[in-house]
């Protein structure tokens, strides 16, 4: 009866969290459930598209719902590392090194255009992305809780973009892509902010206490041995597949397990089922796995060799 009340609660702020999103966003329904997923997985997100289309108004929107204290990094060709993590200048009033905290001291942290700037500003974000901690001048100080980023970066054919690094990949839970609006959505677009902008009447759904709970519960679902196999040899098959030069890092198997936690949770079950894995499959692995020549000479995409993957496995039945 308890779990019963527990789950209503749970059910009503998800519904209460996308319908204040939905002012904002139109027609992206499947990928606000996404977003909320990632973070209940406590994952990191990579949004690519082309300009224009939402992908910052998207993270300004969660974290105005969700009253995360949040900063946003505009990515440009002379970003430093200083100019994310901080930096140690000296006090004259008190004699000594100060250290000025720099904008991934947040909840929520939207790198903006994050493949417009230098292999090594991204690669100062990889200690906080994976540890939530960040390390200057040989101090290590850890980041608030939760710790989230939301990075947004243009298709690699735009002008003035370089490819990330697998690394830096890796360290992103999933890969979303919202596309352009249908006809309906985007005359809603436009009508909403002839006068006002939606953003602003956005309320306040979860605050950071309750996040962090949900996270836990998260944490907490059951994930059978036969689901873990199931991970395990969906993830193996992208190391021998001959079309793939990369496959599914043991981090991808990880996230992987972590997002299909996270959407039995959203569906109101405490354990995972196959139909978990299957569907957040392409979101968690595509960015992960680097195509042969061949196959990219095929016309393959990353999507198309991983849902050919996922119809060749057998899914465990789970009772």
Same mark, same amino acid.
């Given at each position: ?16 969290? %996308? ?45 105005? =719902? ?14 430093? $590392? ?26 929520? /942290? ?9 292999? +090594?500003?991204?690669?100062? /974000? ?7 901690? =960040?390390?200057?001048?040989? @101090? ?50 436009? %009508? ?61 198997? /990880? ?5 299909? +936690?996270? %959407? ?9 089922? $196959? ?18 020549? +061949?196959?990219?000479?095929?016309? /393959?995409?990353?999507?198309? @060799? ?14």
């Amino acid at each position: 009866m308890q779990n019963g009340r527990r789950n209503n609660i749970r059910g009503k702020k998800i519904a209460d969290l %996308r319908m204040e999103m939905n002012k904002v966003i139109k027609g992206k329904d499947d990928i606000i459930v996404k977003i909320i997923m990632t973070v209940l997985a406590s994952g990191h997100i990579l949004l690519e598209d082309n300009p224009g289309l939402g992908k910052t108004t998207l993270a300004k929107t969660f974290s105005k =719902a969700t009253s995360m204290q949040d900063n946003r990094i505009q990515f440009t060709p002379d970003t430093m $590392p200083s100019d994310i993590l901080g930096y140690s200048m000296y006090n004259q009033r008190e004699g000594k090194m100060e250290f000025v905290k720099g904008p991934v001291f947040t909840n929520l /942290l939207l790198a903006d255009e994050i493949n417009r700037t230098s292999s +090594k500003t991204q690669a100062a /974000l990889l200690e906080a992305m994976a540890e939530a901690t =960040a390390t200057v001048d040989n @101090v290590t100080y850890q980041l608030p809780k939760p710790f989230i980023t939301i990075a947004t970066q243009n298709p690699i054919t735009s002008g003035g973009t370089q490819a990330l690094p697998d690394s830096q990949l890796d360290r992103f839970m999933v890969r979303l892509s919202m596309g352009y609006p249908d006809v309906k959505s985007q005359v809603e677009l436009l %009508r909403d902010r002839q006068k006002t902008n939606p953003l602003d009447s956005v309320r306040k759904i979860l605050d950071t206490d309750k996040i962090l709970e949900m996270q836990q519960e998260t944490d907490n679902v059951y994930i059978s041995d036969p689901i873990l196999e199931y991970i395990s040899v969906l993830t193996d098959q992208t190391r021998k597949n001959q079309g793939i030069v990369l496959g599914v890092s043991p981090r991808g198997a /990880l996230a992987l397990s972590r997002m299909s +936690k996270a %959407r039995a949770y959203l569906s109101g079950r405490d354990y995972v089922i $196959p139909e978990d894995i299957q569907e957040v499959w392409t979101d968690v692995c595509a960015h992960r796995i680097v195509l042969s020549p +061949k196959a990219r000479i095929s016309d /393959l995409t990353a999507v198309g @060799v991983l849902t050919q993957i996922l119809k060749n496995i057998e899914a465990p039945r789970v009772e």
